[in-house]
């Protein structure tokens, strides 16, 4: 196993190298201009605006552009922003709490609703729940975020006034009403993401355990005379979730990658909205930086989901 | 009344013979607008009562917190590098320039004790240096004084080559700025000019903490992200493209100011959402940049908790006639200036498309509010407004027009002459409200049998300075363009750059430059020289209204409407905002009543 795990980690060094020459290319071949704004600007002399390239390096040739960036990574550099002229790295650790805090929530949220839903809609298909469950699930996945994300705003913050919709990082009170305004600034992006994912993920448990529950090891044990709750958490349950386990550990590169549209309408500073603005702004090294540590974790976590079904499943074995 | 007769009557107030008030009522009988008749009064050195907005709070602090949202966050608080409006205004509450303009585009002192003028000796006769008195007593948050040692200072903090501060625009011109005592200081320039001011409107940075970060190293100060200024507010705590906050300054120079206790500047989001958060659910009390259509404003406003403010700017929505041939190749490049366009090189087919730009249905289903009528290029402040240029909307004229120049109609409707079909194409970005002034055209070109084909650009590229792609507005390679000019700044120099002949963008010079319209004249370029180095704003202001006569009889740039700056305020709010400078420039007045 330690053998697979090193073999795994050597392939993913050029995997890593062919995605950030992809995306620099990409950046470089895509139009636009981190200091377009200053170019309507009459005041602002175009001698200034291209002393500002020069001084970025942005005349260069890309081969040479990229060469400069990728020994400084490898030296721990990851540049600065063009725009905000902070480091890279400075300005991502700034999002991490949030992005977590919030995504990491939902994720949590979206798991507490999908497994016991997916199951009891399993174990009884068709029923009323089933039925009931089945249609909230396709009507909640079908529902982009952007739109429940402003019928929420609409109707808790402008109809009724409840609950805030600006979201802020360092809220001014203190104590536990500090928790609280974080919690009632929190209420909304966590539902509009927990209830999303929830919905897709309530599908994948039913199909999961409707696998399951048909085999022949369930119908021994219902015939051995075990109450049916032990029957669906220890012999159903456990074999049904590792497809889950997969899917939910293939998607926590996602927590960190943050929530571009949701984050976008909430104005939660997480690492989403660095992301979009940075694009935006052509703003090169946050860009690289953002996608690059994105790239790294999906690299990773699939290698752990890939442990994990191991682990779950001994019948699987690693060469 | 000639100008000799005005001259009389303005000495007759210096000398005391006429009363500053009746000189502006026989102004305004004639039809002058009472800021032109200031500024007349103010360009000849009358003594004017500076017209301080009213404030009434009686003491420091007191006003809680002030919550604004920009729905593009600062991204840094170093104003030597703010190259966006968003991280200008994001500087603006700690940092502070020797003046500021005010809503009609009139200078006012901030960190300077007086504005330099002929009559209090500021303005040097010769043109060749401006004298700046500093305000006594003020000092940097952190305790130090504030002198004429740090006004030197930024001046060669911006200027060092080797730091790229957007800043340096500021200071062309400049060739030295010179401490006199401490708390003076001169401005001297290269050779004569009449603007003296523009030196004066940069935020400035105190020398003590950023004198060992020059040029190269300007990037390793740390207070570029925790900034130390003279302004209102003190500085707290700064995420870039998320918040800034801060905290009232008690030790601030002016009387019982500020008033907050606490701001805070959030970013994010977009123009609609923010303007939600003043208008409807209060949650901010104010957001910046509201450029959403009007119709859906009026339905937030009803909300009650907010009102928008609309503040006339100088920048005009232009539509640009190609002077060039944008459809083949001259010494291997398009558009070449040294090419004619086949349509718009008839005057009577530039004639003919001014006529059917159709400014009213623009302003009254388009902009709304968000914008005024422009019939010039160059219509403020009052002493530039030409009154000469009235433009109208006819279809009836313009079909007459290209009747007579022998553009006949075909079989499709469609007008040509010697072969050539006018069918002409009209780019713009991609921005909701250009789009439905494209459609406007578009229609009355229909009536006049002038096909239009649209096209529209995505903004980051329309805008950039990309040499590779062919969409740029710099490259213009298309009939005809549309955008808005934005105009930092009151002085009309370097908006009126965009029709001089050694503007003319080519690719020799990559299309970085101003002209994009490749029309010039030797008449226009004798007129702009001409003003660069007259020192009589009275004359100099005419010779503005001239060249805005010039460029706008050319028939090649034609002004659809004014912008106005758009702010949602809340109603609790007494912010004196301006068109000519930065909204939060007159922050240190805002209070909640």
């Known amino acids: ?319 | 009344m000639n100008e000799q007769m005005l001259r009389e009557l303005v000495d007759d107030v210096r000398d005391g013979r006429l009363a500053r008030r009746d000189f502006i009522a026989r102004m305004v009988a004639l039809g002058v607008g009472v800021p032109l008749a200031s500024a007349m009064l103010a360009d000849v050195a009358v003594a004017q009562p500076a017209v301080e907005p009213p404030y009434k709070p009686t003491r420091r602090g007191g006003g809680g917190a002030l919550r604004m949202l920009l729905w593009q966050g600062p991204t840094l608080l170093n104003p030597h590098f703010a190259t966006g409006t968003k991280d200008q205004e994001g500087c603006r509450p700690f940092y502070e320039s020797l003046a500021r303009y005010d809503e009609n585009g009139v200078l006012m002192p901030v960190l300077a004790a007086e504005i330099p003028s002929r009559a209090n000796g500021g303005i040097a006769a010769d043109g060749l240096s401006t004298t700046w008195k500093l305000k006594k007593d003020v000092k940097w948050h952190d305790g130090q004084p504030f002198t004429a040692d740090d006004v030197v200072f930024n001046w060669q903090y911006a200027t060092d080559p080797a730091g790229g501060a957007f800043s340096t625009g500021f200071y062309t011109n400049v060739k030295s700025i010179e401490k006199i005592d401490a708390t003076t200081v001169r401005v001297n320039f290269v050779k004569p000019t009449p603007i003296w001011d523009r030196s004066c409107n940069i935020w400035l940075i105190p020398k003590h903490l950023f004198s060992a970060y020059m040029g190269a190293k300007s990037r390793e100060a740390p207070n570029n992200l925790k900034p130390v200024g003279t302004g209102p507010y003190k500085f707290v705590s700064f995420t870039p493209g998320d918040l800034v906050r801060g905290e009232a300054n008690m030790a601030y120079y002016l009387p019982n100011r500020p008033h907050f206790d606490t701001i805070e500047i959030k970013g994010g989001g977009d123009a609609t959402s923010a303007a939600r958060a003043v208008l409807q659910t209060g949650e901010f009390d104010y957001a910046w940049g509201i450029l959403v259509e009007d119709n859906v404003l009026k339905q937030m406003e009803a909300g009650g908790k907010g009102k928008m403010v609309f503040k006339p700017t100088g920048n005009p929505e232009m539509i640009m006639l190609n002077a060039a041939d944008p459809w083949s190749e001259v010494d291997g490049e398009r558009a070449n200036v040294k090419s004619r366009h086949f349509a718009f090189s008839d005057p009577a087919v530039r004639k003919a498309f001014g006529l059917l730009v159709d400014r009213k249905s623009v302003l009254d289903f388009v902009y709304g509010r968000l914008a005024t009528p422009a019939p010039n290029l160059l219509n403020n402040p009052a002493q530039f407004n030409s009154k000469a240029i009235t433009p109208e909307f006819n279809v009836d004229k313009a079909n007459a027009l290209l009747e007579a120049a022998g553009w006949k109609r075909g079989a499709d409707g469609v007008r040509a002459k010697d072969g050539k079909r006018l069918k002409l194409v009209y780019q713009t970005s991609i921005n909701s409200v250009r789009q439905k002034v494209q459609a406007i055209v578009k229609q009355a070109c229909a009536k006049a049998g002038i096909e239009i084909e649209l096209k529209t650009v995505q903004a980051s590229v329309f805008f950039s300075s990309d040499v590779a792609n062919p969409d740029t507005y710099g490259k213009f390679f298309a009939d005809i363009e549309m955008y808005l000019n934005t105009r930092a700044g009151t002085d009309p120099d370097r908006f009126m750059q965009q029709w001089v002949s050694w503007e003319v963008c080519q690719k020799a010079n990559g299309w970085q430059l101003q002209n994009k319209t490749r029309w010039s004249s030797p008449e226009f370029d004798k007129t702009f020289r001409a003003a660069e180095v007259e020192l009589d704003p009275v004359k100099r202001a005419a010779l503005f209204i001239q060249m805005n006569d010039m460029a706008c009889n050319s028939g090649y740039s034609i002004p659809v409407a004014l912008r106005a700056q758009v702010t949602a305020l809340s109603k609790s709010i007494v912010a004196p905002l301006t068109g000519w400078d930065l909204d939060l420039s007159g922050l240190h007045d805002w209070y909640r009543a």
């Open chain 1, 1 to 319: 196993m330690g053998a697979f795990i090193l073999r795994r980690l050597a392939l993913a060094v050029p995997s890593l190298l062919g995605i950030s020459i992809v995306l620099f290319a990409v950046l470089a071949l895509a139009p636009g201009d981190p200091f377009a704004e200053l170019a309507t600007n009459s005041n602002v002399p175009p001698e200034v605006r291209e002393h500002l390239r020069a001084s970025l390096g942005l005349n260069d040739p890309v081969a040479s552009r990229y060469l400069h960036w990728l020994v400084a990574m490898l030296h721990g550099d990851w540049g600065f922003s063009f725009i905000s002229r902070v480091d890279v790295t400075t300005l991502i650790w700034q999002r991490v709490p949030v992005t977590l805090g919030l995504i990491g929530t939902s994720q949590l949220l979206a798991l507490a609703i999908a497994i016991p839903v997916g199951t009891l809609s399993a174990v009884k298909p068709y029923s009323w729940f089933d039925r009931i469950a089945s249609t909230i699930a396709l009507a909640g996945f079908s529902l982009p975020t952007f739109f429940t994300g402003i019928l929420l705003i609409l109707v808790f913050s402008i109809k009724l006034d409840w609950l805030p919709f600006v979201y802020r990082s360092d809220v001014e009170a203190t104590g536990w009403r500090a928790v609280v305004e974080h919690v009632r600034q929190a209420i909304m992006p966590v539902c509009v993401l927990g209830l999303f994912q929830g919905a897709g993920w309530t599908r994948y448990v039913r199909s999961a355990v409707l696998d399951v529950i048909r085999l022949d090891h369930v119908t021994t044990a219902r015939s051995k005379g075990l109450a049916e709750r032990v029957v669906v958490t220890r012999h159903v349950l456990r074999n049904a979730l590792i497809p889950v386990v997969t899917l939910v550990a293939l998607q926590m590169p996602t927590v960190f990658g943050g929530a571009i549209v949701t984050e976008q309408i909430f104005r939660i500073p997480g690492i989403g909205s660095l992301l979009i603005d940075a694009i935006l702004r052509n703003d090169t090294p946050v860009i690289m930086g953002v996608t690059f540590v994105f790239s790294v974790l999906v690299i990773v976590f699939n290698l752990v989901a890939d442990l994990l079904y191991g682990l779950l499943d001994p019948r699987i074995a690693y060469r």
